[in-house]
């Protein structure tokens, strides 16, 4: 039989001594790990930059031009609708911004600038009418209220 217990060991010069739980944390499995994880990121990394590598040709002509300035909606208080800097009727928005949606690209941005004074209602439409036109990134501008 022996002499050790769950709770604690006998030694012959100190009798009966309990045994204190170990408090600390073994950190060797999460350095080898840790470890492991670096090489395989190092390892994969310049693998995951480009498929093939080319060698390009270099030409003398211009890239194409790129149109990504956003198309800006303004409704003034009174109810005035600008598209850009033009005065634009209510009846006249849809045809121009179908014609806009025409000359330009499918993920053209359209910005809604209203007065805050203004209807929700009269704001809705102004967006509904963008998005039937077709543009899939409109949003309404706002200005940043100062916090007290």
Known sequence: ????????????????????????????????VMLVLLIIFMVTAPLLVAGVPVDLPSAKAKSLPQDNTPIQLSVDKAGVIYLDKLVVSRLELPLKLAAIKQARDAEARVYVRADAALPYGHVIDIVSEATHAGFKKVALVTTVAAQK
């Open 1 to 32: 039989m022996s002499m050790r217990g769950q709770q604690g060991s006998f030694s012959a010069a100190r009798g009966w001594q309990r045994r204190k739980p170990i408090a600390d944390i073994n950190v060797t499995p999460f350095i080898d």
